[in-house]
């Protein structure tokens, strides 16, 4: 499904959520959506799924998503701990109403998912721990197979072998069925490699939209001996750095020139992909205000 948002501004009150953001998703991608605490994700997403009258436009496929039955229909929002879950309903109804809800629902994948999540269907959703109610919430995000599926902080509170299962699930999932994903997290390294996407929030504004690669690009890992790293990066914008001994890494901004890949080969140092939390934390406004 393709989306489209032009002159998108969320307000609540005084406070501007979302700012006269505009992008397109060209669809049937996993889209990593990043943002700080308060940046505007969920704000974007429930306008994304029609929850809110949108000032500015949001089309799914080239049609509005605000009071179109029919396009709702196409959308999942799955927020954290599946909170929009009646606490009184047994899992059973959950997944029974999430079927009655969407033309596209895969309903023995929904249980074979509930089994690999191992959530009692009997259980009701207010008894279950903060890491199943999540789960439910992937069941359903997943299951619902919708062309849109939107993922807010999915993953809150599962234990990490729950994330790796949930990641693995996803990734074959999408490649089975492809659509357009678009999932926030602040677990940016453990999602980074199914990101094809990434689309940066700050203070409700658009900071970037990148394919995954070229983002990664945009930054070198540099690592060997600590005074040849020091060397290497006098002149150049790092972003973080690790040493451990006589090794030391660094995270470097911008994309290096053919004189400086010569003089790292002669230190002999090793250069590799950043990592995209790296370039995020770069990206955004560091808490307690500008750099
Ligand atoms: N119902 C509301 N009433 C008033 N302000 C709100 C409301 N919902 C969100 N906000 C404000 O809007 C801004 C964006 O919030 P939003 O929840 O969209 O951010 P987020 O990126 O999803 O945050 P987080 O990563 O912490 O979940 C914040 O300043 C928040 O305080």
């Known amino acids: 499904m393709r989306v489209d ?14 700012d006269d953001m505009s992008f397109s998703l060209s669809g049937n991608k996993i889209y990593g959506l990043l943002g700080r605490n308060g940046s505007g994700k969920t704000s974007l997403m429930s306008t994304l799924a029609g929850y809110r009258k949108p000032s500015g436009s949001v089309q799914l496929d080239g049609a509005p998503v605000f009071e179109n039955a029919a396009a709702m229909r196409q959308v999942c929002l799955v927020r954290h701990s599946a909170d929009a879950a009646d606490k009184g309903d047994k899992v059973s109804y959950v997944l029974e109403y999430g079927a009655a809800w969407r033309d ?29 109610r999540s789960a439910l919430g992937v069941v359903i995000g997943l299951a619902s197979r919708s062309p849109l599926t939107m993922l807010d902080e999915a993953h809150l509170g599962m234990d990490t072998p729950t994330r790796y299962a949930f ?79 006589s090794t030391k890494a660094a995270m470097l901004y911008g994309a290096l020139d053919y004189d400086q890949l010569i003089r790292a080969r002669q230190l002999g140092l090793e250069l590799g992909p950043i990592a995209l939390q790296d370039l995020f934390v770069h990206l955004t406004e560091p808490v307690g205000g500008k750099r």
């Not at 948002?5 to 979302?18: N, S």
């Not at 249980?111 to 199943?132: M, N, P, R, Y």
């Open 5 to 18: 948002v032009q002159g998108l501004t969320v307000r609540y009150g005084e406070v501007t959520a979302v």
């Open 104 to 132: 596209t629902w895969d309903n023995a994948y929904a249980l074979e998912l509930v089994d690999l999540f191992k959530i009692d269907l009997k259980t009701k959703v207010g008894a279950l721990s903060l890491g199943q």
């Open 167 to 245: 990641y693995d699930a996803l990734l074959n999932d999408f490649m089975e069925h492809p659509r357009t994903i678009v999932i926030s997290t602040h677990l940016i390294e453990e999602l980074a490699s199914l990101l094809e996407e990434v689309l940066i929030i700050d203070s409700g504004r658009l900071v970037l939209q990148e394919e995954a690669d070229v983002l990664r690009s945009r930054g070198t890992e540099v690592t060997g001996n600590v005074s040849d790293v020091d060397e290497f990066t006098a002149a150049l914008t790092v972003l973080s750095e690790k040493s451990l001994g």
